[in-house]
């Protein structure tokens, strides 16, 4: 049996508690490990800290708490995808080659840049900025500000996979990465730390000091890993604000 009918065949409750462990489990190693990897760069001299003001008393506890919230709509949503082809409505590819693999992986992880885009943009608007506002609370980012969000939004930046499943019968492992990587790099955006300093902030390689950016002047920079949104429509930072740690490059 393979791994797609294997989900399948699970009961709506069984998806949900699946959907848990796996969120759960995936944001507190993440993180955690997010955490061990900057401070382990630092003290080797590899990169550097982004923003090093301290943290506001209470915002750690305010991100764990908001992060639960999430984590919970993440896991019990896992059901929506289980039911869309409960219904019919979306199909698995039953196999698929590792080319496949790779590009249905690319393909996705370039829709949820443009995914990520158009909804960042809209909770900057004045009808959403209200849901937005308990993310941007957190102004020197940790691994834990990742998740730390309004369920309006939660539910905006967690339906990437939907629109996807319903033009196109994915391979399971193809859409089960999308989570993983899109944490892994939501991660690296919220670590308020520059691991490759000499990178241009277009670069690829500079997301973390992207996003950091959004956060510490909250316009401009509304993509998610790549910069290939910002620079379409227009809407990159270009410089640091006065108040970073390392002024302005």
């Keep these: 049996m393979s791994a ?13 508690l699946l959907g848990l462990v796996f969120f759960g489990s995936l944001y507190l190693l993440g993180g955690a490990g997010m955490q ?13 800290v982004l923003d090093t003001r301290p943290l506001k008393p209470d ?19 896992m059901v929506v995808p289980w039911g869309l082809l409960q219904l019919g409505w979306a199909q698995l590819a039953p196999s698929a080659s590792a080319g496949r693999v790779a590009l ?17 943009r809209l909770l900057h608007t004045r009808p959403l900025a209200r849901f937005h506002t308990d993310h941007h609370r957190s102004i020197v980012t940790t691994p834990w500000s990742t998740y730390s969000f309004h369920p309006v939004e939660a539910l905006m930046l967690g339906n990437i ?20 990587l899109s944490l892994l790099l939501n991660l690296i955006g919220h670590s308020n730390y520059d691991f490759f300093p000499r990178v241009s902030d277009t670069h690829p390689l500079a ?26 429509m227009r809407t990159q930072a270009d410089s640091a604000p006065a108040s970073s740690s390392h002024g302005a490059r």
């Design 4 to 16: 797609g009918q294997w989900f399948t065949q699970l009961s709506a409750w069984q998806v949900m």
């Design 36 to 48: 061990a990897l900057t401070r382990s760069l630092s003290r080797q001299g590899v990169g550097h």
């Design 59 to 77: 915002q750690l506890q305010r991100e764990w708490r908001q992060s639960l919230h999430s984590v919970l709509l993440f896991g019990i949503g």
């Design 104 to 120: 249905e992986i690319v393909v996705l992880m370039i829709w949820n840049d443009v995914h990520f885009w158009i909804n960042h």
């Design 161 to 180: 996979i939907l629109l996807p499943m319903l033009v196109h019968d994915f391979y399971f492992w193809s859409l089960a990465a999308v989570p993983v």
């Design 207 to 232: 997301a973390s000091r992207r996003h950091y950016l959004h956060h510490a002047r909250p316009k401009g920079n509304y993509g998610f890993a790549l910069a290939f949104m910002d620079r379409w």
